[in-house]
């Protein structure tokens, strides 16, 4: 609903807009206004996530590189249980030590550029599994919100609501769904994932809400040394943005510098480099045993 303005001197009009399709967006970003965000970037060689995708396109099977981004993190994430977390903000949050939530099993939320009735708007796609899912699962999971009628799909029906809720009541059922932490997977995920890569957009940073954001840009032909000498390769630049009161930075670079080498070694979809020994296992199943996580996907 628009309201034309008066004009001023110079004939300029002013038109004020009641949000409606985006009172999802402004709700959250008043509550992330409390995270402490802050940023680190890579750069992804993306030879054989490529070739992979041409060798599946000879065989008329279609991957999007987000869904490697998707792959990848699930299983980085499932590493780094640390990471895999959420704060916990109590009812009496200064009188109370700080509280970490965290969960076994990785459900992203994926970002959605859609327009919904002539506007444009974000909506936010949930693929949980993803520390076991294979690539065509979570592709076929992707390709569920490709639709142009998304927004009408069944787990967007909390959005709608918003949308047509008075401010006031909009907030407090916002506040409501974000109440337990535990609860948070079914609602925000464990870790979010943007793309902007349609776009000539290099990189870019966002805060999704949970201790880990995945952002990635466009692919372009750029300058590597491979072996001492100067070759043409695809290159995304990768974005992670962490909630600093979860987790510090040198944890925060592990994860990034782990999902970057799953991307680049890269192999069939499952066989990609395994990075090693566990180090996160014995804190997973301290937290399991604490009971202060839940099981997703």
């Known amino acids: ?14 038109v004020t807009v009641t949000e409606r399709r985006r009172r999802h967006t402004l709700y959250f970003l008043e509550w992330a206004a409390g995270q402490r965000p802050v940023h680190l970037d890579t750069e992804v060689d993306m030879t054989r996530i490529q070739e992979h995708r041409a060798a599946a396109r000879d065989r008329g099977e279609r991957y999007s590189v987000v869904s490697y981004l998707l792959h990848s993190a699930g ?13 916990a903000s109590g009812r009496l949050p200064l009188l109370r030590p700080p509280r970490i939530v965290r969960f076994q099993g990785v459900t992203a939320k994926l ?3 859609r327009t919904v009735a002539g506007e444009r708007t974000v ?16 592709q076929e999971r992707v390709d569920r919100y490709r639709g142009e009628r998304t927004a009408e799909l069944p787990e967007f029906k909390g959005v709608r609501m918003l949308g047509r809720l008075p401010a006031a009541l909009g907030r407090a059922a916002f506040a409501a769904a974000l109440r337990d932490p535990r609860e948070r997977p079914g609602v925000f995920g464990t870790v979010s994932v943007s793309s902007l890569g349609h776009t000539a957009v290099d990189g870019f940073h966002s805060a999704g809400g949970t201790a880990v954001t995945l952002c990635a840009g466009r692919i372009r032909e750029r300058a590597v040394v491979r072996d001492g000498s100067v070759v043409c390769a695809p290159v995304m630049k990768l974005g992670l943005t962490f909630d600093h009161r979860v987790i510090d930075g040198a944890a925060a670079a592990d994860v990034l510098t782990d999902v970057h080498d799953l991307m680049e070694a890269f192999d069939d979809g499952c066989r990609a480099q395994d990075p090693g020994p566990d180090p996160g296992k014995a804190d997973r199943d301290l937290g399991a045993r604490r009971g202060l996580g839940q099981r997703t996907g």
Not at 77 to 87: G, S
Not at 128 to 136: H, N, Q, V
């Open 123 to 138: 909506l936010s796609a949930l693929v949980p599994g993803l520390e076991s899912a294979g690539l065509r699962e979570i």
């Open 75 to 87: 299983r980085v994430l499932d590493r780094h249980p640390h990471a895999n977390a959420v704060m």
């Open 111 to 113: 970002a959605l550029d």
């Open 1 to 14: 609903m628009t309201t034309a303005g008066a004009a001023g001197a110079a004939g300029t009009r002013a």
